[in-house]
């Protein structure tokens, strides 16, 4: 199994120096929307961004008021880390909980590399476990050897994702870049907590999914699995109304989940076990850059 190490190394020479070439080390004007401390509250104008609106303050006010920043040059990035079964579904060499790990070592050896902190809570569908933000590639090693030390549970009550992104909102403090690190299988209700945590981070989601998930191949009787709960059925993939009421079935969660996103105002990156990550992270970057750059629409 390779040491936390061997995999900086292999990201070092495989990725990272692809996306200093292709973005030219440009990371917190593609990845951070505004990297801002709290500076003072005004009343809302019609051109402000209403993530920016202090609920609490408007209602004592009976009016709209809004947040203002100043940009701290200082990011502090979180990475909030569903490791529940499911994380586990895809081919040998392609597993969501490998891409998962790729895609966490690449972010914070960029972001620290630019004197940036980063953190962690990882969460198993049950527990939660924080790993401080803090710089430096030793604290990177660090926080990949803890994620890799992470045990693969067999089976455990349905996630809820909700729980993790409540735990976040109390624990994280200071304004953020927050990455939820997910496949968005979880029981109903995480869009609520979603949008509190943006009212105070920048909040990007990364979806890991397996095209298996997606569209059943016919591979006659199978034994499935819910990695979730560990209850199985006897499936005949070869019937093709089954087939397509599967597919249904995750088109229609695959649309809540991005209703969810756009309501709250997140920015979300789909990425597939089949996918080349770092041309998925690139076409995210290229994609936020240019949504920034347009005028905005009243």
């Known amino acids: 199994m390779p040491t936390p190490e061997n995999i900086l190394q292999r990201l070092d020479w495989q990725v990272i120096r692809r996306l200093d070439g292709i973005l030219q080390g440009n990371y917190r004007s593609l990845f ?28 004592r006010m009976n009016a709209p008021y809004v947040r203002q920043y100043v940009e701290d040059r200082e990011i502090t990035a979180w990475f909030l880390l569903d490791l529940s079964p499911s994380l586990d579904f895809g081919t040998v060499n392609a597993l969501k909980r490998s891409l998962l790990i790729d895609f966490v070592a690449i972010l914070a050896r960029l972001l620290t590399r630019q004197g940036n902190r980063v953190g962690a809570v990882f969460y198993n569908g049950t527990d939660q476990h924080v790993i401080t933000a803090h710089g430096g590639r030793e604290h990177v090693l660090r926080m990949m050897n803890d994620l890799m030390k992470q045990p693969k549970l067999p089976r455990a009550p349905m996630t809820n994702l909700a729980m993790m992104l409540e735990h976040a909102a109390r624990a994280i403090h200071r304004r953020s870049l927050v990455f939820i690190v997910s496949d968005f299988i979880s029981t109903p209700g995480w869009d609520k907590p979603l949008k509190l945590l943006v009212q105070k981070h920048e909040v990007l ?9 997606i569209d059943l191949p016919d591979i006659g009787l199978v034994v499935m699995e819910d990695s979730e709960t560990g209850e199985q059925l006897y499936i005949d ?5 089954f087939r397509e009421r599967f597919t249904q079935a995750a088109q229609k969660r695959e649309y809540e989940m991005n209703v969810h996103f756009r309501q709250a105002g997140v920015d979300s990156l789909q990425v597939s076990t089949e996918d080349d990550l770092v041309r998925a992270i690139v ?7 240019q949504k920034k750059q347009l005028p905005a629409v009243h």
């Not at 929307?33 to 303050?57: C, H, K, P």
């Not at 993939?237 to 109304?241: N, R």
């Not at 076409?283 to 850059?289: D, I, S, T």
């Open 237 to 241: 993939t070869s019937d093709k109304k």
């Open 205 to 213: 989601a990364l979806r890991l999914f397996d095209p298996r998930e």
């Open 32 to 59: 951070v929307g505004s990297g801002l401390d709290f500076a003072d509250l005004r009343e809302y104008q019609w051109t402000d961004d209403v993530r920016y609106i202090d609920w609490n303050v408007t209602a």
């Open 283 to 289: 076409k995210f970057a290229m994609q936020r850059k």
